[in-house]
Each structure stands twice: as C-alpha cells, then as structure tokens.
C-alpha cells in the first residue's frame, strides 16, 4: 500500500520531483565547482532575494498562458508603473510609500484591462496584442520620463525600503513572494474563477458550451497580470534604485522561461504553481551559479536557451504520456 501511494506520488508530481532533482544536481556541482561560496548563507540569500521578484511575475503569466495566451508587455508595464509612481513620490517625497504602490497597481491594471480587452474582445492573437502594447507602453514611459532618469537620490529611505528591508532577517521580497505564490495557489486551485482559467485553456469552446463566460475569464487573467507586473515594476525600481525608460527591457521573457520550466503548457490548460516557483527557482539558480563558476556571458545565454528548449521539449513528452495512458484506459 506504502509503496502504491508513492508511485501514485511521483506519477502525479513527476514534473516538480524533476524540476527538485535538477536544482539539487546543479547545487552540488556548483558548490564543487566554486568551493565554498555557494552554500553560504548570504548567497542563498541573495539568490532567493534576485529571483523574487522573477518569481512574483511568474504567477500573473501562469495564468495567462494556461488560457493558451501569451503577454509580451510585462516589461513595459512594469517600466510605466514604476516611472509614473516614482514621479509622483519625486514631486512629493512626504507621501506615503503604500500610496504609490496603489498608483503602480492601478497603472498595471489599466494596462492589463487594455491587453485583456484586445485580446478577449477584439479577438486579437495575444502575441500580437501584447507585442503592440509593449512599444505603447514603453514610448509612454518615455514621454513621462522625459527621457530623463529618476534616481536613488530622490527617493526617501522609506520607499527603498520596501524592497530592500527585512524582517525577522528575511528581505521583504522574499516574503511577498511568498505571500503572492499563497494567495495564487488558493485562487487557482480553490476558486471558481480559478478552474475557469484551467476550463477556458483547456478548451474555449468547450467552456462556453459549459457556461463560462469566456470573454471575462480571459479579460480578467490580462488584468490580474497587469496588476502584478505593476506591483513588480514599483519593487523593480526599489530594489534597483532607478526608474527610467529602458527598465525591465526583456524581462518578460526570463518570466516566460521560468513558467515553461515549471511545466506550464504554451498551449494552454496545464500548469501547477508549485512547478512555477520551481521553474523560477532553476532560473534564479542558474542566473547565480554561472557566474560563480566563471562561465561566459555567451555561454551563460546559450545554456539558458539550452534548458529551456529541453524543459519545451520535456513537457511535450510527459504531456504525450498522459494522453497515451488515457487512451489505453479507453480501449480498457
């Protein structure tokens, strides 16, 4: 019976268990590798801390991409938010830090609400929409900026400290990731809404013949995304200590690898988001071995575009697995 309910396990958790072997084979050689710099407190810490806000973005494009879609403009709205929230702390620096991350959120959602409609109303191909609306965006960036950059120097401590803080000696994007991956978890496995982002990916049609309003589902998967690659954008900046035009310039794409990693399906319908923390978690890890191992930076991009095209093609072969055992218990 113990030993049914581990197959059982491992079956149902191959992806993740794969995902957890890997990170562990790379940790080791890593550390054999470098000597004694990568198991040390402060680099894990550093680690968890660059990957997090990777990890946060994870989550809105999960949901995008599990309805079969796809937002290209993350990066953009990330580099908006940020810029019109540090504005406006600039001209008034006394203002309270949570207040401008309210702007950066609405900011993200207004475009979020702008990517959604196109491609949920409009009917636009979701690359193409987001694709558009990236150069929107970012040109908007521009004309707020002015071409000029918003520096450190005109940012109070307490703004800075939202993404550079601790508590109990944990930096505070560690912990919101954290309570993002949690509140996401409850959402997609838990809610309503949440299962009608798996129906809709899974199959649009099908959906609509079963009562969901698809249109809103997807609309409402954008505007999430939005939400979050504001709230991102405004951390971006804290960490960072700059808003300017040129922010967060192909990011998205480190967050499209991160969710392909963790197992989501380009196609739609499948993905867990445990497997997506994991993904970001590779990432992030490969991100702060390689230079500790003194790879080059060549190198460093071709290896990431390497892993990534194995984790394409790993998925497709479990996906064909499942399909297959299905259509044996069929013919059963």
Known sequence: MGNLTLKKFFSDNVREVSLILVIIVISIFVQIRSGS???TMENISDLLTETAILAILAVGMMMVIITAGIDLSIGAVMAL???????????????????????????????????GTLVSRLKILPIIATLGMMNVFRGLTYLVSKGSWILQNDMPS??????????????????????????????LNYSRTGRKIYAVGNSEESAKVSGIKT??????????????????????VCKFGAAQGETAV???MNVIAACVLGGVSISGGTGRIQGVLLGALLLGLLNNAMPLINISAFWQEAIRGLIILLSVMSNALIQRNVEMKVLRRRSI
């Open 215 to 236: 249109e809103r589902t997807l609309w409402l998967a954008y505007t999430i995304m939005g939400a979050i690659a504001g709230f991102a954008g405004l951390l971006y």
């Open 250 to 252: 192909g990011y998205e």
């Open 81 to 115: 938010a940020g810029m019109i929230g540090t504005s406006v702390l600039k001209e008034n620096k006394s203002i309270n830090p949570i207040f401008i991350i309210l702007i950066a959120v609405a900011v993200g959602i207004v475009c979020g609400m702008i990517n």
């Open 37 to 39: 710099s990568f198991f």
């Open 158 to 187: 307490s703004f800075l400290g939202i993404a550079t803080g601790r508590v109990v000696g944990i930096n505070n994007l560690v912990i919101m990731a954290i309570f993002i991956y949690v509140i996401g978890y409850i959402f």
